[in-house]
């Protein structure tokens, strides 16, 4: 990641997911994931259009998979995270650290 | 038999705005959450979560298919397909002017015929160019045509100009579909 460049919070959310979900990432799972966990019950296009702009940056490849009987014989598109996505999360949740260093007590919910 | 047509149609829809290689997986990631939902939440049918989460869908998508620059190609596919719609257009009118008497009516008939076939073989070239290009052109007719209707204003009768409201754009997407059909006959 080009220094200085930070991670949307979007693209920090679905990049979570990714990590969280492993070998089991595609739309659905990666939209249940961010909703289970944060409340956030976003559409299936915002997270595919935020996968396509990750995938674009090099920070998340994509495969496609076999179809299923479930899916009315449409095939997956798995989803895994790459090492400078990894290096993209760290880097942002560093920046977020060090932003709020010393904000404890009016940051707490 | 009403939910399955609003739900075709909702896929329908996203299949406009998704490249070919995301179609399946969003289409079949929402087929597999809708069931997986009226399994669990005992509703006979969760037709407006599918709905909700397409309409939803529509912003991000139309956003990131903007990005990719593949509206920006379609859009110029259908304005270049008009431009040329409307030479022919303008060459087919002189023509007819000087054949036929303007009161005749093989001179009516011809004037209800050329708009509809040009804006038909408009609507094939644009699909030629770019899949998706006919639509664009469809809805600029209906602009066109509006804005023709409110300019002449009354020195054109109604059923004139609602004739061509609604037969223009739909011969656009007669030709979009005549292409498409006959790619995918040169594809098998």
């Given at each position: 990641m080009p220094r200085g460049e930070l991670l949307g919070s979007l693209e920090q959310i679905v990049l979570i997911a990714l990590m969280r979900l492993g070998?089991?990432?595609?739309g659905m799972t990666v939209r249940r994931e961010i909703e289970e966990r944060t409340g956030r019950d976003l559409s299936i296009g915002a997270v595919y259009a935020t996968l396509e702009r990750l995938e674009a940056k090099g920070y998340v490849s994509s495969a496609l998979g076999e179809p299923t009987p479930e899916r009315g014989g449409r095939a997956k598109r798995h989803f895994r995270i790459e090492a400078s996505g990894e290096r993209a999360v760290r880097a942002t949740q560093d920046a977020m650290r060090k932003m709020t260093a010393g904000l404890k007590s009016r940051l707490a919910t | 038999m009403r939910r399955a047509l609003l739900t075709r149609s909702a896929n329908w829809i996203l299949g406009r705005l998704l490249p070919e290689a995301q179609k399946d997986a969003v289409i079949g990631d929402l087929i597999e959450e809708h069931a997986l939902r009226t399994a669990t939440s005992h509703?006979?049918?969760?037709s407006w979560w599918y709905l909700g989460q397409v309409s939803r869908s529509l912003l991000p998508l139309l956003l990131a298919a903007a990005r990719r620059g593949q509206w920006l190609t379609t859009f110029g596919a259908a304005v270049a397909a008009y431009g040329l719609i409307k030479i022919i257009e303008s060459a087919s009118e002189v023509t007819l002017f000087a054949v036929l008497a303007p009161q005749s009516l093989a001179y009516v008939l011809a004037a209800y015929l050329i708009g509809p076939a040009n804006m038909m073989l408009g609507g094939y070239v644009a699909a030629r160019i770019r899949p998706g290009a006919a639509t664009v052109l469809a809805i600029i007719s209906i602009i066109m045509v509006l804005q023709w209707m409110a300019t002449a204003g009354s020195t054109v009768s109604i059923w004139f100009s609602a004739f061509f409201l609604v037969v223009c754009p739909l011969t656009a997407l007669a030709g979009g579909m005549l292409e498409r059909k006959q790619r995918n006959i040169r594809v098998q």
């Amino acid at each position: 990641m080009p220094r200085g460049e930070l991670l949307g919070s979007l693209e920090q959310i679905v990049l979570i997911a990714l990590m969280r979900l492993g070998a089991n990432a595609y739309g659905m799972t990666v939209r249940r994931e961010i909703e289970e966990r944060t409340g956030r019950d976003l559409s299936i296009g915002a997270v595919y259009a935020t996968l396509e702009r990750l995938e674009a940056k090099g920070y998340v490849s994509s495969a496609l998979g076999e179809p299923t009987p479930e899916r009315g014989g449409r095939a997956k598109r798995h989803f895994r995270i790459e090492a400078s996505g990894e290096r993209a999360v760290r880097a942002t949740q560093d920046a977020m650290r060090k932003m709020t260093a010393g904000l404890k007590s009016r940051l707490a919910t | 038999m009403r939910r399955a047509l609003l739900t075709r149609s909702a896929n329908w829809i996203l299949g406009r705005l998704l490249p070919e290689a995301q179609k399946d997986a969003v289409i079949g990631d929402l087929i597999e959450e809708h069931a997986l939902r009226t399994a669990t939440s005992h509703a006979p049918n969760d037709s407006w979560w599918y709905l909700g989460q397409v309409s939803r869908s529509l912003l991000p998508l139309l956003l990131a298919a903007a990005r990719r620059g593949q509206w920006l190609t379609t859009f110029g596919a259908a304005v270049a397909a008009y431009g040329l719609i409307k030479i022919i257009e303008s060459a087919s009118e002189v023509t007819l002017f000087a054949v036929l008497a303007p009161q005749s009516l093989a001179y009516v008939l011809a004037a209800y015929l050329i708009g509809p076939a040009n804006m038909m073989l408009g609507g094939y070239v644009a699909a030629r160019i770019r899949p998706g290009a006919a639509t664009v052109l469809a809805i600029i007719s209906i602009i066109m045509v509006l804005q023709w209707m409110a300019t002449a204003g009354s020195t054109v009768s109604i059923w004139f100009s609602a004739f061509f409201l609604v037969v223009c754009p739909l011969t656009a997407l007669a030709g979009g579909m005549l292409e498409r059909k006959q790619r995918n006959i040169r594809v098998q």
